[in-house]
Protein backbone atom coordinates (compact mmCIF):
# COMPACT_ATOMS: atom_id res chain seq x y z
CA UNK A 1 0.00 0.00 0.00
CA UNK A 2 1.52 3.32 -0.91
CA UNK A 3 1.59 5.71 2.05
CA UNK A 4 1.80 9.89 1.36
CA UNK A 5 5.63 10.49 1.69
CA UNK A 6 6.52 11.22 5.86
CA UNK A 7 9.75 12.72 7.00
CA UNK A 8 12.66 9.89 6.15
CA UNK A 9 14.37 8.25 8.96
CA UNK A 10 17.34 9.99 7.69
CA UNK A 11 17.83 13.05 6.21
CA UNK A 12 15.33 14.45 3.84
CA UNK A 13 16.50 15.07 -0.21
CA UNK A 14 15.86 18.33 -1.47
CA UNK A 15 15.37 19.07 -5.05
CA UNK A 16 16.61 22.38 -6.54
CA UNK A 17 12.84 23.51 -7.52
CA UNK A 18 13.34 27.62 -7.47
CA UNK A 19 14.87 31.08 -7.33
CA UNK A 20 16.47 32.01 -4.10
CA UNK A 21 15.99 33.98 -2.08
CA UNK A 22 12.73 35.55 -3.48
CA UNK A 23 12.44 39.49 -3.11
CA UNK A 24 11.59 40.61 -0.05
CA UNK A 25 10.42 44.58 -1.26
CA UNK A 26 9.22 47.50 0.97
CA UNK A 27 5.29 48.22 -0.52
CA UNK A 28 4.87 52.21 0.86
CA UNK A 29 2.16 53.43 -0.91
CA UNK A 30 0.16 50.35 0.60
CA UNK A 31 1.36 50.82 3.90
CA UNK A 32 0.27 54.56 3.96
CA UNK A 33 -3.01 53.31 2.79
CA UNK A 34 -3.25 51.73 5.73
CA UNK A 35 -2.53 54.34 8.03
CA UNK A 36 0.99 52.62 8.85
CA UNK A 37 4.66 54.82 8.55
CA UNK A 38 5.55 54.57 4.57
CA UNK A 39 8.24 51.85 5.44
CA UNK A 40 6.18 49.58 7.94
CA UNK A 41 5.34 47.03 5.68
CA UNK A 42 6.94 44.56 3.16
CA UNK A 43 5.76 42.34 1.03
CA UNK A 44 8.07 38.55 0.44
CA UNK A 45 7.17 37.73 -3.11
CA UNK A 46 6.91 33.87 -3.11
CA UNK A 47 4.61 34.42 -6.29
CA UNK A 48 7.85 34.97 -7.86
CA UNK A 49 9.80 31.85 -7.62
CA UNK A 50 9.49 31.10 -10.75
CA UNK A 51 8.65 27.72 -11.33
CA UNK A 52 5.37 26.95 -13.38
CA UNK A 53 3.75 30.23 -12.57
CA UNK A 54 5.37 30.69 -8.75
CA UNK A 55 3.76 30.28 -5.35
CA UNK A 56 4.64 28.87 -1.88
CA UNK A 57 3.90 25.45 -2.93
CA UNK A 58 7.40 25.28 -4.80
CA UNK A 59 9.58 25.31 -1.57
CA UNK A 60 6.92 22.15 -0.35
CA UNK A 61 7.85 20.57 -3.06
CA UNK A 62 11.30 20.50 -3.23
CA UNK A 63 11.19 18.52 0.02
CA UNK A 64 8.51 16.25 -1.05
CA UNK A 65 8.98 15.31 -4.63
CA UNK A 66 12.48 15.48 -4.11
CA UNK A 67 12.59 12.84 -1.45
CA UNK A 68 9.92 11.09 -3.69
CA UNK A 69 12.74 10.73 -6.64
CA UNK A 70 15.71 9.84 -3.77
CA UNK A 71 13.16 6.98 -3.17
CA UNK A 72 12.73 5.48 -6.38
CA UNK A 73 9.34 7.12 -7.57
CA UNK A 74 8.59 7.09 -11.12
CA UNK A 75 5.43 9.45 -10.95
CA UNK A 76 4.17 11.86 -8.60
CA UNK A 77 0.74 11.55 -7.62
CA UNK A 78 -1.51 14.40 -5.63
CA UNK A 79 -5.04 16.03 -4.73
CA UNK A 80 -7.12 18.87 -4.47
CA UNK A 81 -9.09 21.40 -5.66
CA UNK A 82 -10.10 22.44 -9.22
CA UNK A 83 -8.30 25.61 -9.01
CA UNK A 84 -5.29 23.78 -6.67
CA UNK A 85 -2.50 25.96 -7.09
CA UNK A 86 -0.48 23.01 -5.36
CA UNK A 87 -1.41 21.05 -8.28
CA UNK A 88 -0.46 22.94 -10.63
CA UNK A 89 3.08 23.31 -9.18
CA UNK A 90 3.30 19.47 -8.74
CA UNK A 91 2.99 19.52 -12.59
CA UNK A 92 5.61 21.90 -12.89
CA UNK A 93 7.67 19.60 -10.97
CA UNK A 94 7.15 16.89 -12.53
CA UNK A 95 7.90 18.54 -15.77
CA UNK A 96 11.17 19.80 -14.43
CA UNK A 97 12.47 16.39 -12.23
CA UNK A 98 11.34 14.44 -15.70
CA UNK A 99 8.75 12.13 -14.07
CA UNK A 100 4.88 11.62 -14.60
CA UNK A 101 2.69 13.49 -12.64
CA UNK A 102 -1.19 12.26 -11.37
CA UNK A 103 -3.81 14.33 -10.42
CA UNK A 104 -6.77 13.73 -8.46
CA UNK A 105 -8.81 16.91 -8.25
CA UNK A 106 -12.29 17.86 -6.70
CA UNK A 107 -14.71 19.48 -9.25
CA UNK A 108 -15.39 19.61 -13.03
CA UNK A 109 -12.51 20.45 -15.78
CA UNK A 110 -13.41 24.03 -17.24
CA UNK A 111 -10.64 25.22 -19.58
CA UNK A 112 -9.78 28.39 -17.13
CA UNK A 113 -6.76 29.18 -14.64
CA UNK A 114 -5.14 26.29 -12.98
CA UNK A 115 -6.81 23.26 -15.01
CA UNK A 116 -5.64 24.78 -18.30
CA UNK A 117 -2.40 24.47 -16.95
CA UNK A 118 -2.27 21.32 -15.27
CA UNK A 119 -2.78 20.49 -19.08
CA UNK A 120 -0.33 22.69 -20.21
CA UNK A 121 2.36 20.95 -18.05
CA UNK A 122 1.49 17.39 -19.05
CA UNK A 123 -0.41 15.94 -16.06
CA UNK A 124 -3.12 13.56 -15.96
CA UNK A 125 -5.99 14.47 -14.43
CA UNK A 126 -8.90 12.41 -12.61
CA UNK A 127 -11.76 14.22 -11.64
CA UNK A 128 -13.80 13.38 -8.86
CA UNK A 129 -17.12 15.92 -9.17
CA UNK A 130 -18.15 17.07 -5.67
CA UNK A 131 -15.85 14.69 -3.49
CA UNK A 132 -15.62 15.04 0.01
CA UNK A 133 -12.36 14.91 1.47
CA UNK A 134 -12.39 11.43 2.29
CA UNK A 135 -13.24 10.39 -0.86
CA UNK A 136 -10.28 12.36 -2.42
CA UNK A 137 -8.03 10.65 -0.40
CA UNK A 138 -9.58 7.15 -1.06
CA UNK A 139 -9.26 7.73 -4.71
CA UNK A 140 -5.58 9.05 -4.66
CA UNK A 141 -4.82 5.83 -2.67
CA UNK A 142 -6.79 3.91 -5.76
CA UNK A 143 -4.64 5.80 -8.01
CA UNK A 144 -1.77 5.53 -6.49
CA UNK A 145 -2.69 1.20 -5.94
CA UNK A 146 -3.44 0.59 -9.83
CA UNK A 147 0.10 2.65 -11.05
CA UNK A 148 1.72 -0.06 -8.39
CA UNK A 149 0.04 -2.48 -10.49
CA UNK A 150 0.88 -1.61 -13.89
CA UNK A 151 4.85 -1.54 -12.59
CA UNK A 152 5.25 2.08 -11.82
CA UNK A 153 6.79 3.80 -8.64
CA UNK A 154 4.28 5.99 -7.23
CA UNK A 155 4.83 8.65 -4.83
CA UNK A 156 2.12 10.06 -3.51
CA UNK A 157 2.29 13.67 -2.32
CA UNK A 158 -0.28 14.76 0.56
CA UNK A 159 -2.87 17.36 -0.29
CA UNK A 160 -1.32 20.77 -0.62
CA UNK A 161 1.96 19.12 0.04
CA UNK A 162 1.17 19.72 3.72
CA UNK A 163 3.15 17.53 6.32
CA UNK A 164 6.10 18.29 8.36
CA UNK A 165 8.59 17.05 5.38
CA UNK A 166 6.83 19.62 2.99
CA UNK A 167 6.80 22.11 6.09
CA UNK A 168 10.32 22.26 5.95
CA UNK A 169 10.45 24.36 3.17
CA UNK A 170 9.33 27.19 4.95
CA UNK A 171 11.27 27.00 8.09
CA UNK A 172 13.90 27.34 5.85
CA UNK A 173 11.85 30.21 4.28
CA UNK A 174 11.56 31.66 7.77
CA UNK A 175 15.06 31.66 8.28
CA UNK A 176 15.96 32.98 4.91
CA UNK A 177 13.34 36.02 5.72
CA UNK A 178 15.56 37.00 9.03
CA UNK A 179 18.64 36.94 6.65
CA UNK A 180 17.24 39.70 4.34
CA UNK A 181 15.69 41.24 7.88
CA UNK A 182 16.46 40.50 11.12
CA UNK A 183 14.35 42.85 12.38
CA UNK A 184 10.79 41.45 11.11
CA UNK A 185 8.23 41.65 14.10
CA UNK A 186 5.22 40.19 12.22
CA UNK A 187 4.37 38.47 9.24
CA UNK A 188 1.00 38.03 7.98
CA UNK A 189 0.34 34.47 5.82
CA UNK A 190 -2.51 32.92 4.39
CA UNK A 191 -3.38 29.39 5.95
CA UNK A 192 -4.33 26.76 3.68
CA UNK A 193 -2.98 22.90 4.28
CA UNK A 194 -1.45 24.46 7.15
CA UNK A 195 2.55 23.57 6.42
CA UNK A 196 3.89 27.23 5.15
CA UNK A 197 2.67 28.95 8.31
CA UNK A 198 3.76 26.08 10.21
CA UNK A 199 7.29 26.39 8.89
CA UNK A 200 7.35 29.94 9.65
CA UNK A 201 6.21 29.35 13.33
CA UNK A 202 8.43 27.25 13.48
CA UNK A 203 11.36 29.37 12.07
CA UNK A 204 10.06 32.79 13.61
CA UNK A 205 7.93 31.92 16.92
CA UNK A 206 4.14 31.81 17.05
CA UNK A 207 4.34 35.14 18.54
CA UNK A 208 5.65 36.95 15.28
CA UNK A 209 3.39 34.71 12.62
CA UNK A 210 -0.60 35.36 11.99
CA UNK A 211 -2.10 33.36 10.00
CA UNK A 212 -5.44 33.75 7.77
CA UNK A 213 -7.64 30.97 7.75
CA UNK A 214 -8.83 30.37 4.26
CA UNK A 215 -11.33 27.45 4.56
CA UNK A 216 -9.16 24.80 3.49
CA UNK A 217 -9.46 22.62 6.04
CA UNK A 218 -12.24 22.71 8.61
CA UNK A 219 -10.28 23.23 11.52
CA UNK A 220 -6.66 24.48 10.69
CA UNK A 221 -4.92 25.18 14.19
CA UNK A 222 -4.66 21.21 14.94
CA UNK A 223 -2.81 20.64 11.87
CA UNK A 224 -0.20 23.47 12.03
CA UNK A 225 0.07 22.33 15.51
CA UNK A 226 0.85 18.86 15.06
CA UNK A 227 3.42 20.20 12.22
CA UNK A 228 5.28 22.49 14.16
CA UNK A 229 5.39 19.64 17.00
CA UNK A 230 7.37 17.19 14.42
CA UNK A 231 9.58 20.21 13.54
CA UNK A 232 10.48 21.44 16.75
CA UNK A 233 10.36 18.64 18.93
CA UNK A 234 8.18 20.49 21.14
CA UNK A 235 4.70 19.40 22.61
CA UNK A 236 1.41 20.34 20.40
CA UNK A 237 0.32 22.65 23.32
CA UNK A 238 3.39 24.95 23.19
CA UNK A 239 2.57 28.78 22.36
CA UNK A 240 -0.54 29.65 21.19
CA UNK A 241 -0.98 30.22 17.52
CA UNK A 242 -2.46 33.63 15.89
CA UNK A 243 -5.03 32.16 13.29
CA UNK A 244 -7.24 34.98 11.99
CA UNK A 245 -11.06 33.03 11.46
CA UNK A 246 -12.97 35.85 10.66
CA UNK A 247 -12.87 36.38 6.79
CA UNK A 248 -14.50 32.86 5.89
CA UNK A 249 -17.79 34.50 4.41
CA UNK A 250 -19.64 32.03 2.73
CA UNK A 251 -17.03 29.59 3.06
CA UNK A 252 -13.29 28.08 0.73
CA UNK A 253 -13.31 30.42 -2.33
CA UNK A 254 -15.63 32.70 -1.25
CA UNK A 255 -15.55 36.17 -2.23
CA UNK A 256 -16.39 38.67 0.18
CA UNK A 257 -16.60 42.78 0.50
CA UNK A 258 -13.47 42.42 2.43
CA UNK A 259 -11.58 39.96 0.15
CA UNK A 260 -12.72 42.35 -2.83
CA UNK A 261 -11.54 45.42 -1.50
CA UNK A 262 -7.99 43.42 -0.48
CA UNK A 263 -7.81 43.01 -4.05
CA UNK A 264 -8.54 46.57 -5.04
CA UNK A 265 -6.27 47.94 -2.41
CA UNK A 266 -3.14 45.99 -3.42
CA UNK A 267 -3.53 47.04 -6.80
CA UNK A 268 -4.02 50.17 -7.04
CA UNK A 269 -1.75 51.13 -4.29
CA UNK A 270 1.27 48.55 -5.17
CA UNK A 271 0.13 47.32 -8.99
CA UNK A 272 0.25 43.90 -7.13
CA UNK A 273 -2.47 41.29 -8.22
CA UNK A 274 -3.95 38.49 -5.31
CA UNK A 275 -6.07 35.98 -5.77
CA UNK A 276 -9.74 36.04 -4.45
CA UNK A 277 -8.90 32.32 -2.33
CA UNK A 278 -5.32 32.63 -0.37
CA UNK A 279 -3.54 35.73 -1.44
CA UNK A 280 -6.43 38.43 -0.78
CA UNK A 281 -7.91 36.80 2.36
CA UNK A 282 -4.94 37.00 3.75
CA UNK A 283 -4.40 40.92 2.90
CA UNK A 284 -7.69 41.01 4.41
CA UNK A 285 -6.55 39.73 7.45
CA UNK A 286 -3.77 42.22 7.43
CA UNK A 287 -5.85 45.23 6.80
CA UNK A 288 -8.37 43.65 9.58
CA UNK A 289 -5.07 43.34 12.09
CA UNK A 290 -4.38 47.46 11.33
CA UNK A 291 -7.95 48.53 12.05
CA UNK A 292 -7.75 46.57 15.27
CA UNK A 293 -4.74 48.15 16.31
CA UNK A 294 -3.11 44.41 16.61
CA UNK A 295 -1.00 46.22 13.55
CA UNK A 296 0.54 49.54 14.36
CA UNK A 297 2.27 52.11 13.12
CA UNK A 298 6.35 51.21 13.86
CA UNK A 299 5.96 47.88 13.53
CA UNK A 300 8.19 45.90 10.52
CA UNK A 301 5.25 43.62 8.83
CA UNK A 302 6.09 41.54 6.42
CA UNK A 303 3.01 39.74 4.32
CA UNK A 304 3.77 37.13 2.74
CA UNK A 305 2.63 36.82 -1.10
CA UNK A 306 2.19 32.86 -1.75
CA UNK A 307 1.25 33.36 -5.28
CA UNK A 308 -1.80 31.58 -6.88
CA UNK A 309 -2.68 34.24 -9.82
CA UNK A 310 -4.27 31.55 -12.17
CA UNK A 311 -6.61 31.09 -9.93
CA UNK A 312 -7.70 34.00 -9.73
CA UNK A 313 -8.04 33.48 -13.82
CA UNK A 314 -10.29 30.19 -13.32
CA UNK A 315 -12.79 31.92 -10.77
CA UNK A 316 -15.74 33.59 -12.74
CA UNK A 317 -17.35 35.25 -9.63
CA UNK A 318 -14.38 36.94 -8.66
CA UNK A 319 -13.52 38.44 -12.01
CA UNK A 320 -17.40 39.13 -12.87
CA UNK A 321 -17.22 41.14 -9.59
CA UNK A 322 -14.07 42.95 -10.77
CA UNK A 323 -15.40 44.29 -14.18
CA UNK A 324 -18.39 45.34 -12.30
CA UNK A 325 -16.25 48.14 -10.69
Request: proline share 6%; charged share 20%; hydrophobic share 40%.
Amino acid sequence: MTRPLDPPAGSPVRADLGSWPTPLEPAPRLSAALGLDSGDLWIKHDDLIGLGGGGNKVRKLEWTAGTALARGADVLVTSGAAQSNHARLTAAAGARLGVDVVLVLAGEPTPAGNIALDALLGASVHWCGDASDEELATRVQEVADELTAQGRHPGVIPFGGSNALGATGYRRAGDELLRQDPSVEKVVVAVGSGGTMAGLVAALGAERVLGVDTGALPEPSGAVARMVAELTGQPEDGPALQIDRTLLADGYGSVSGDVLEAMHVAARTEGIVLDPTYTARAMAGLLGAVRRGDLVRGQRIVYWHTGGLPGLLGHTTALERIMAG
